[in-house]
Each structure stands twice: as C-alpha cells, then as structure tokens.
C-alpha cells in the first residue's frame, strides 16, 4: 500500500513538475516577445521624435533661406533705383560703394561660417542627445524587466515554499499512515498464530472422527449386505416402474415444449414478415419521392435549357443594343439565381432521401441478417431435438424390453397363480402407448413440413425484396451520376456568365474570354485499359470532363450531351497523378509509355455505372445471396463467402501455422468460394481479424487508374493541370486540418 501510494505521488509529482516547466518556459518566452516590443517601441518613439526634429529644423532653415532671398531682392531692387540718377550722385557711389559691398560681403561670409558651425554643433549635440535618451529608454526597459523578473522569482519562491510544507505534511500524513498499517499487521500476526493453534485443535479432532467414521462404516456394510439380499426384488419392480412413468412423462413435456417452440417460431416470423411489409412500404413512400424530385430536377434542368437559349438571345440583343445590356443581364442573374436555389433545393431534398433509403436499406439487411441467424439456430435446434429423440426412442425400447422381461420373469414366478386378464391388459396398453407416439411423431413431422414451407416463402419473398433493393440502389446510383454531371455543367454555365459580366464593353471582348474559358477547362479524349492485360486486350476510348469537384467519364460525347456518365471519380479522393515507366506498365507497348500517366485514389470516391462493365460497387443483391448462402451453411464476411469444409490432405491455415488437415479427424475449416482464402473455423468463431476478400470490390483501400493521352504533349498538360487540381482540392487539402494533426495516408 505504500509503495502504491509513494508511486501515485511520485507520478503526480512529476507531472506538476513538467506541467509548471512548461507555463515557466511559455511565460519567459512572452517575457523576452514581450521587452522586445516595449524596446521597438521606444526607439520608434525616438526616431519618431528625431524626425520631428529634423522636420522643424528643416523649416526653420527654409524661412531663414527664404528671409535672406527677400533681403537681395530688396538690394537688388535699391541699386537698380540707384542707377536711376548717375548724374546726380556719380561721385558719391564712385567712392563709398566698392567699399561698404567689400565690409558687407566680408561679414555675410563670416555669419555663414559662424552659422554653419553653429548648425553642425547643434545637430552633433542633438544627435547624443538623442542617442542618449534612446539608452536611457532601453535602461528603463530593462529595469522594468529585472523587477518583474525579481517580482516573479519572489512569487516562486514563495509557491515553492508553501509546496515544501505541503509535501512535509503529506510526508507527516504518510508516516501516519504507515504506523497504522504496521498496528494492523501486527494484529494480523496475531490473529494468523491464534488461528494456526486452532487449526492444529480441528485437525487432532478430525483424525478422531475418522476413526470413528471407518468403525462406523464397516458396521453399516455389514448391515447394507444384510438388507440387500432381502430388496433385490422390489428394488428391480420398482426401477422398471419409475423408468416407465419417467418415460412417459419426459415424452408428454418434449412434446409440449416442441409445440410451445413451434409456436414461438411462427409468431417470431409473423413479426418478421410484418416488418418486411412495413419496410416495403417506406421504400415505395422513399421511391415515390424520389420520382417527385427527380421530375422536379427535370423540370429545373428544362428551365436551365430555357435560361440557356435566352442568354444567347441576350448575347445577341448585346451586339445590336448595348445600351440595354445591363437590364437584361440583372434580369438573366435573378432568373439564375432563382433556378439556383430550386436546384440547392432539390439537392438537399435528395441528399435527404438518400439518407433514408440507406437507413432502410441497413434496416432491412440487419433483419435479414437477425432471420438467418435465427434460422441457424432453429436448424440446429431442430436437428438436436431429432438426436435427442432417436436418442430417447432407443431408450424407450430398451426399458419396454427389459420391462417384459422382468414381467415374464414374474409371471413365471408366480407359478400362474393369476389370470391372462392382466397379461392382456399389459400388451394393450403398451399398444396404446406405441400409437401415441406414432400419433405425436407425425404431427412433429407435419409441423415440420409446415415451417420448411413458410420457411422457403419467406426465404423467396427475401430474395425478391432483395431484388427489389438493388434495382433500387442502382437507380439512386445512376440519379446520382446525372446529378454529377448536370452540376459540372451548371458549373461551366456558372463561369460562362461570369466572363460575360466580366467586362461590357464590347461584344469581341465577350467572345475572347468566353474562348479563354473554353481552355480553361479541362477535357478530352482519354483511353482507360479493358482489362489488367493491356497488351492482349487493349485500350478503350472514353470522353473525360474535369471540374472542380469530379472527373467525369463518358463513352462518347452523345453521353455526354445526354449527361449518361459511365464513370465518376470524386476530386476529394485522389491522392496524387504522375506519368509512369516501364516498370509500372509491363503489359503496354514501349512506344505508349511516354503517353501513359496515373491517377491515385481511395475507392470510396469511385462511382461506377451499374452494369457497365459486368459488376455493379453498389449492388445489395449480395443480400439475396446471404439469405440463399445460410440455407445451405456459407458465411459471408467482410466480401469472403466462407464455405465449411474438412481437409484430409496435407492444407495450411493463412491465419496461424497450425495445420488445417487431418487424417481421420481433420478440424473444422473455412474456405472463401471467391479468393480461396483457408483458415480454422475457431479463428471466424472467436472474432478475429480476418482481412478483407481480394476479389470482392473493396471501397477501404486505395486503388489506382492508367490513362493514356492522344500525345506526349496533351500527357504533359494533363499531369500538370491535375496536379494543380488535386494539390488545390484533392485529399491531401481537405483533410490537411485534421483535428489530431495526424498525417494521413491511403493503407
């Protein structure tokens, strides 16, 4: 116990610990961002009021220079009125004006020198200054730090002084703790020596009472032999009656449980087959909406058909009245607008009921799987109620012999002292009895009949319901690929009016940037491989439209128009695109690989058309097949259809190293009729992970498409511009903000 509690506050020691390294290294870290700042500020302060300075000075020095350029005017202007009178004062400026301009000019030459002095004087002076008022900021700075530092580190040490004398009287607590433990294990030391004494007391008074019992016992077998003698007889009449009354009794309590679990099995199946209508009937109000919103989709897309032909009127009215244009196009925006929000509308109502025909789909699989289940175990009650009742039948005939027996014995016995009457009346009933059990035996083998044939029913009516749920799933499947497609070319629509809002002045501007957004869009010819073995059985050429969320495929461009696409791969889902090598494609041609790139995706992201090329991602009838597969044992799990099978020849389990086979008593085994995967019965029974069927399609890993380009160069383009598209939306970019950070990759 102390060690326990020594280990807990050690542990909660330590993560205090760490957890106050942390704050401390996270507040010094603000600390030191936080004195940075302050120190930034003031010397932007300075040089702020440094610029200011300088700004006044500078003014100063303009009006000073504008002063002086007034005073030569003003000179300039006197000596010009001076030469106005030459004749009147031609000596007086003849003698006194080279003088007085030498002085003047002297002395002005003087003043500058002064003044310049004084200037770079007063701006050395004001620049320590400065300089010393930027120290003297900084020294502010840093004492406001160190006493923050000191207030802090006056803090800690009080907290580190108050956790010693929390830890001291933990510690005092602790020692406590540990006299009282140590009392009680004293106490136990003593009570263990009390109850050691006592048990050496009892085992001195059992070895008395043993010798007592062995006297008694061989008293009671001499009177046991004694009285044997004496019951042998009615010991014998009594076990053939017992065993007879015993019979009859378990035979009339099987026959009522056997009726009462008959019983229980029709209700449960009436339950069952009230559900399936009930789940019909939603599927058919499910498919009944869906028609609606599909017409009404058809109704928007007929309605965008129409918007479509007026924007080309539009167009045209634009070419002959541009004065017009404005109004015709916020006409055009509101119509569109409306037609988009009927269309997000639709949209959701679909994605809604998608929702609940999944929901009922998982609904009716789960009681398909919950009838097959109770299937098995009705089959293999059934089959042990038949055991035991063979079982029970051969008993019966054994007991009715050795009873005839013991009765021939008696009779023989009593020297014929009694009459044939009850000898007769004997073998009557006997009679009897034979013909009740025939009688229960075939009403057991009528009811039998009866539930094998609802049985068969329902397993039919499973099978078309099944039936029914596929057809219905390919259809969504199909509905929602032409939704797909539709909304790729509601998104080129989208664009088309943007670059013709886009610029209004002239119908040729329109023109080009409608052809500009043309190349923008990424489409073309591309073939996909038929099969694996591209060399024997080659390419086929598919129409691929890219847009900002899927990558399209059609069959030729009349699907395209007709929006039928064979193939959708979702943008979200695509991992990366790279041009490949030989080593990639061992099966191509040489001369192919330059044009060759590949596309890597997560299977969950891949919408292939039902059909189209033999198997169907999304069929349920794999339901249908679950229910005929249980009538004959098979187990399907995780795509695997697992037949029970024993192996006489030499076989090894995938899962473990021991040996699947055996001679004589070979184990139960599991062998998939798909991918021929063997394993041990035991490993499907515990629950073990077994992976998932190589051949069935496999929407949780990743997979990967070849595409071949016309050219080397439309290969280039289209690795490059894919690139682009999946580094912008692939999945890489949504899910780079996980919430856990976790980098995640395809297995």
């Known amino acids: 116990m102390l060690r326990v509690l020594r280990g807990v506050v050690c542990t909660l020691l330590d993560e205090s610990v760490a957890r106050e390294s942390l704050l401390q290294q996270e507040s010094d870290r603000l600390n030191q961002r936080l004195n940075h700042l302050e120190k930034q500020k003031t010397s932007l302060e300075i040089e702020l009021k440094a610029a200011s300075n300088q700004y006044d000075q500078e003014v100063k020095a303009l009006r000073e220079s504008a002063a002086t350029a007034e005073a030569a005017a003003a000179a300039t202007r006197m000596s010009s009125e001076g030469t106005e009178s030459p004749l009147v004062n031609n000596n007086r400026a003849g003698s006194v004006s080279p003088l007085h301009t030498e002085h003047s000019s002297q002395a002005l030459a003087a003043l500058q020198e002064r003044l310049s002095s004084e200037k770079t004087k007063r701006k050395a002076a004001e620049s320590s200054a400065q300089e010393k008022e930027r120290q003297m900021s900084l020294l502010n700075v840093d004492y406001r730090q160190l006493q ?46 009390v109850s050691r004494s006592r048990e050496e007391l009892v085992q001195r008074q059992v070895v008395s009472a043993e010798k007592a019992r062995v006297a008694l016992e061989e008293e009671l077998h001499k009177l046991r032999t004694g009285m044997s003698v004496d019951a042998v007889q009615m ?62 989709r058809q109704n928007a897309e007929e309605r965008i058909a129409e918007l479509e032909k007026e924007r080309t009127m539009r167009e045209l009215e634009v070419q002959e009245l541009m004065s017009k244009h404005s109004v015709e196009l916020s006409k055009l925006k509101a119509s569109l607008a409306a037609t988009q929000e009927l269309e997000n509308e639709l949209q959701r109502s679909l994605e809604l009921h998608k929702h609940e025909l999944d929901e009922a789909n998982s609904t009716l699989q789960n009681k398909i799987l919950e009838l097959s289940s109770k299937e098995e175990q009705f089959n293999s009650d059934t089959e042990k109620l038949q055991k035991q009742l063979e079982q029970e039948k051969l008993l019966k005939f054994q007991a009715v012999n050795k009873l005839a027996e013991v009765m021939a014995r008696k009779d023989t016995a009593l020297n014929n002292k009694k009459s044939g009457g009850n000898k007769e009346s004997w073998t009557t ?20 009949e009866k539930f094998n044939a609802a049985m068969s029913k329902h397993q039919k009516e499973l099978q078309e319901q099944a039936g029914l749920l596929s057809e219905e799933s390919s259809a969504r499947l199909r509905l929602q690929m032409e939704v797909d497609a539709k909304d790729s070319e509601i998104e080129m629509l989208h664009k088309r009016l943007a670059s013709l809002t886009a610029d209004t002045v002239s119908v040729i501007s329109v023109g080009e940037n409608d052809h500009d957004d043309n190349d923008r869009r990424l489409e073309g010819w591309l073939s996909l491989p038929n099969k694996q073995n591209i060399r024997k059985h080659g390419w086929k050429k598919q129409y691929v439209v890219v847009s900002s969320r899927k990558i399209i495929f059609y069959n030729s461009e009349n699907d395209k128009l007709n929006s039928d696409p064979v193939l959708i791969l979702d943008l979200s889902k695509l991992f990366h695109v790279r041009s490949v090598t030989q080593g990639d494609v061992i099966r191509a041609d040489a001369k192919d690989i330059p044009r060759i790139f ?21 069929d349920v009838s794999a339901v249908g097949a679950a229910a005929a597969s249980t009538a004959v044992g098979n187990i399907l799990h995780k795509g ?23 001679v004589f008593k070979p184990p139960p085994a599991l062998e998939c009729r798909r991918c021929r995967t063997k394993i041990h019965r035991e490993h499907f029974d515990k629950g073990e992970n077994i992976a998932w069927c190589k051949v069935t399609n496999d929407t949780h890993t990743a997979k990967e498409m070849l595409l071949l380009a016309p050219t080397v160069e439309q290969q280039k383009d289209w690795v490059l511009r894919l690139s682009k598209t999946i580094a912008k939306s692939g999945y890489k970019a949504n899910n780079a903000a996980a919430p856990d950070g976790a980098r995640i990759s395809p297995r």
Do not use: W
């Not at 076990?239 to 008959?262: G, N, P």
């Not at 995706?601 to 169907?616: F, I």
């Not at 695997?640 to 473990?656: A, N, R, S, V």
């Open 598 to 618: 590949q596309l890597l995706y997560a299977g969950e992201g891949e919408s292939r058309k039902p059909g189209a090329d033999g198997t169907n991602p999304l």
């Open 640 to 662: 695997h259809e697992f037949c029970p099978l024993t192996y006489h020849m030499p076989t090894t389990c995938e899962m473990c190293p021991r040996n699947l086979s055996a």
């Open 235 to 296: 010991k014998e009449l009594q076990d053939s009656l017992e065993t007879e009354s015993q019979f009859t009794s378990l035979y009339k309590t099987q026959v009522k449980e056997l009726k009462e679990e008959i019983d229980d099995k029709s209700r449960v199946i009436a339950d069952l087959e009230k559900d399936i209508a009930k789940y019909q009937d939603e599927v058919a109000n499910s498919n009944s909406r869906v028609d609606s919103e599909v017409n009404l």
């Open 429 to 448: 009933n006997l009679k009897k009895r034979d013909k009740e059990y025939r009688k229960l035996n075939m009403d057991l083998q009528t009811e039998r």
């Open 148 to 193: 923050t530092q000191l207030a802090k580190v006056e803090a800690d040490k009080r907290q580190e002084i108050e956790k010693v004398k929390g830890l001291q009287k933990q510690i005092e607590l602790e020692h406590d703790k540990r006299n009282k433990l140590l009392l009680d294990l004293q106490a136990a030391h003593s009570e263990l020596s």
